[in-house]
């Protein structure tokens, strides 16, 4: 690990005029930036640590919504009263994600913000554009099983790692930050980034902008919901592909329609267009198949990853048909049945 200087903040705004200097990085729970230190793909000169800022509660809003503190655990996140009882589909995303002692330290604001475990990014002796733009991109070609199916491009097709993440864009989240020029608001679905020719930028943040808190507002998935991740095993470890499903009814046809996928992207996929497919219709197989159809068309595989493609109409439909039946899968006994 290279030499750097620490400093702890003791405000927004003063982690604002610090996080803006040249090779600054913030510092949270520090379960990604600490390893990316270790592999020296990130060399900050300056770590801003913002753990002290008191952006950690979780609090009820007056639209009916939730607001959630940039620096809640992601435990404390998962496991909130609230949280549990109107967003059940986050809940189960978090408990899906990464082990218990890491979801202990790990913030909301920095799930948002790690960086993929590409193994080409983390190895700094291969070529990689998202660590050294212009060095080349060593997964096309290459070792590509966990790699994007979606939204790549010919410069990087890395994947977006977080499961909280693909819950959050299912439920239409808004992203709050604060920077040198003030607060302002980012819907979920523009705050990732596709690679295109820059893949060094994972999202829309601007230099020195401080994610402060996450909205949620006020939904109607309490029952039909269900968080599907496929993965090589069933302990801790990454989505190959992984599925947010919510349905509401209005009798026996579907209302409203959120899906998102997690481990085939850049950032979470989602396509309006696939969910508007079920809106009106019984809830069957037949409908399922045809929103998976829409969800990945476009898809490519680089080789070694085409079976994501199938896998990922197939856990469509099943994370719907799990949802319809208010049966979501148990993040416990993560067997599917």
Known sequence: MIPFDYVRAGS???AI???????????????????????TVERPARIVDIGRLGLDAIEGRQDGGLRLGALAAN????????????????????????SPQLRNAATNGGNLNQRTRCYYFYDVATPCNKREPGTGCSAIGGVNRNHAI??????????HPSDMCVALAALDAVVRVSGPNGEREIAFADYHRLPGDEPQKDNTLLPGELVTAIDLPAQHF?????????????????????????????????AEARVALGGVAHKPWRKRDAEDILIGTEASQ????????????????????????????????????????????????????
């Open 286 to 337: 037949q409908q399922f198949a045809a929103c998976a159809d829409r969800l990945l068309e476009g898809a490519i595989g680089r080789g070694a990853n085409d079976f994501k493609i199938d896998l990922a109409k197939r856990a469509v439909v099943r994370a719907l048909t799990q949802a319809a039946a208010d049966t979501p899968q148990s993040q416990v006994d993560k067997k599917i049945a």
């Open 222 to 254: 309490r029952e039909h919901y269900s968080y599907l991740k496929l993965r090589d095993r069933l302990s801790y470890a990454f989505a190959l592909v992984s599925v947010a499903a919510a349905l509401s009814f209005d009798g026996d046809r579907i």
């Open 12 to 14: 927004i705004d003063e």
């Open 150 to 159: 979606l939204g790549a491009s010919e410069a990087c097709i890395a994947t």
């Open 75 to 98: 435990a404390d996140t998962a496991y909130h009263p609230l949280v549990e009882r109107d967003y059940p589909l986050l809940t189960s995303a978090i408990l899906a994600g990464a």
């Open 17 to 39: 005029a610090l996080g803006a200097e040249p090779e600054a990085r913030f510092l949270a729970g520090g379960t990604n930036i600490v390893d990316l230190m270790k592999e």
